[in-house]
């Protein structure tokens, strides 16, 4: 396990690996001291970064397609159960799910009409950005 600050330090570690690992999960950790920990090995919660299928997630396709070409076991619509496979999602070519109960699950919002995008983003905006 190594520690990070942040995300972000933690994903750039994991891109720039030599080799890149095939499985990388990050976890947020409260002790000793907030920050961010990267294992190879998923556990509950662990935010996947890295794993099977993950270089084919990008453009536009099918739930089913990710669901076929991708570890990913589930797609959830945040709030409104599972995804139907013939939406689109918009991947925005970043795509983390979790794991949880033994499944990678990546929740999604509508986006247009009959398309999806992941619930998380790449340079989400911070809370309170407006003040």
């Given at each position: 396990m190594t520690s990070f600050p942040d995300v972000a330090a933690a994903e750039h570690w994991i891109a720039t690996g030599d080799p890149v690992p095939a499985?990388?999960?990050?976890?947020?950790?409260r002790s000793p001291s907030p920050h961010v920990a990267v294992v190879t090995e998923p556990s509950e919660g662990a935010r996947a970064v890295r794993y099977p299928g993950v270089d084919a997630l990008t453009g536009s396709l099918p739930v089913s397609e990710v669901l076929s070409v991708s570890a990913i076991g589930r797609v959830e619509i945040l709030g409104g159960g599972e995804a139907d496979p013939s939406l689109i999602l918009d991947t925005g070519d970043f795509v983390r799910p979790l794991w949880r109960a033994g499944t990678l699950v990546l929740t999604v919002m509508p986006a247009a009409v009959g398309h999806l995008v992941p619930f998380e983003t790449r340079?989400?905006?911070?809370?309170?950005?407006?003040?």
């Open positions: 499985a990388a999960y990050t976890l947020l950790a340079n989400p905006t911070p809370c309170c950005a407006a003040h």
